[in-house]
């Protein structure tokens, strides 16, 4: 059975290059959807000729809320041809646990249920730690991670799933029993705090959120090294 997944982008490039390079070692079709990416946008073109993926432009729709409905009709229209089907935001990796499953294909192939909670992490930046290189394995430039159970997200489906916005959860689901996920074999690897002074020129678009240094200042509390066979990922 086929899979597919996609996600949404402002500008930039360096960040979907990445996200494409994992996400097509497991994916049969991709999908980028240009919120409001520049007309023309030239950084694409190197992308279209390095990755397989379909690009489409919609006028700019804001952040969260605003694109909900975007991505709940994108699922359903994929699931239409695909088996799973997996959103998530350009800085979501999305990881199987490689002591249950050797890679994100095996897991889909052997999950049992129709849709999977993410169990969610920030990845950090510590003090000393460089600015990513992209010339460079990501995380083999990361040391730690904390948990961060407001990532705990329902993003891996085979059903189209009634999302709060910002996908954090299901409507159905209270967000309490969201926050107690665990174990699920998938891990969300969040990126926007892993690179805090990057040194790769980033047009990071208008919706682009401010940091939220409560979390980085608790991450840093209660931050466990990333496990060497996750490191090995991306």
């Known amino acids: 059975m086929l899979n597919a997944a996609f996600t949404l982008v402002q500008n930039d490039m360096v960040i979907l290059n990445l996200w494409l390079s994992y996400y097509s070692k497991y994916f049969d079709y991709l999908v980028v959807i240009g ?18 993926f379909y690009f489409e432009r919609i006028d700019f729709a804001g952040n969260s809320e605003s694109t ?42 052997a999950y049992p249920a129709e849709k999977c909670y993410c169990e969610g992490f920030n990845v950090l930046q510590v003090e000393n730690e460089q600015p990513i290189n992209f010339a460079f394995p990501y995380l083999s430039q990361r040391k730690y991670w904390s948990k961060d159970i407001d990532y705990n997200k329902p993003l891996l489906s085979k059903v189209p799933l009634n999302w709060a916005p910002g996908c954090h959860r299901e ?29 790769e020129p980033r047009d990071l678009g208008p919706t682009f959120t401010n940091l939220d240094h409560g979390k980085i200042t608790e991450g840093m509390k209660i931050k466990q090294e990333i496990p060497q066979n996750i490191r090995r990922l991306f």
């Open 35 to 52: 919120n409001g990416t520049k007309e023309s946008y030239g950084k694409l073109e190197p992308l279209k000729e390095k990755y397989d």
């Open 68 to 109: 909900l409905d975007i991505c709940k009709r994108k699922q359903k229209e994929l699931l239409k041809k695909y088996n799973w089907v997996l959103y998530c935001d350009c800085d979501e990796f999305i990881v199987a646990d490689p002591k249950k499953y050797m890679d994100l294909r095996v897991f889909m192939d």
């Open 171 to 199: 409507m159905e689901i209270p967000d309490t029993d969201g926050k107690k996920i665990a174990d699920t074999g998938l891990f969300l690897l969040h990126l926007k705090y892993a690179d805090l002074k990057y040194k």
